[in-house]
């Protein structure tokens, strides 16, 4: 059974930073495109990064570029977002989601719980 | 960026009826069009991939069709747990991005 379970939300202050992980189980973790996805309260969602499975290049959202950063460790099957110079926009849940195969263009099959993150001072 | 324009934003509908959203993309997306239901303080889960294939698992009241840049997604008799908030998702080019999303309530 696959399992996504992210972890390292909070309340941080505007301009801090913030690392959240998501623990994977249940797949080949190393031959799956990894995403970030958002959803600010009450409000839709919004694609945030991805990082492909065969050569762990990374994409992002021209909201994010430059102050988030992604990454995976597939020795241990954990996906990571870096999150620097945090806004009040930022706010919002953080869904960690696995892509259907090893590409960044790919449906996402599967979704963890999502954790929070409140940037409020 | 592709724009993902998803109507109506909300229905009600009776249970057993036929419910029917819209979602079209801003330029052709080909079938590169995904339908995702996200209940009250859930993840988002995949029902609808590549425009018309339902998922494994997932009910077989729910469909979708359309290709270019209109898309349909039908559910031929709406259920009780079927309240929830649809959304439509392009992943023909980056950066990858949603319709509005629609709030679906029994009446």
Known sequence: ?121 | DIQMTQSPSSLSASVGDRVTITCQASQDISNYLNWYQQKPGKAPKLLIYDALNVETGVPSRFSGSGSGTDFTFTVSSLQPEDIATYYCQQYDNLPLTFGGGTKVEIK
């Open chain 1, 1 to 121: 059974e696959v399992q996504l379970l992210e972890s390292g939300g909070g309340l941080v202050q505007p301009g801090g930073s913030l690392r959240l992980s998501c623990a994977a189980s249940g797949f080949t973790f190393s031959s799956y495109a990894m995403s970030w996805v958002r959803q600010a309260p009450g409000k839709g969602l919004e694609w945030v990064s991805t990082i492909s499975g065969s050569d762990g290049s990374a994409y992002f959202a021209d909201s994010v570029k430059g102050r988030f950063t992604i990454s995976r460790d597939n020795s241990k099957n954990t996906l990571f977002l870096q999150m620097n110079s945090l806004r009040a926009e930022d706010t919002a849940v953080y869904y960690c989601a696995k892509l259907v195969g090893h590409y960044y263009l790919d449906p996402f099959d599967y979704w963890g719980q999502g954790t929070l993150v409140t940037v409020s001072s």
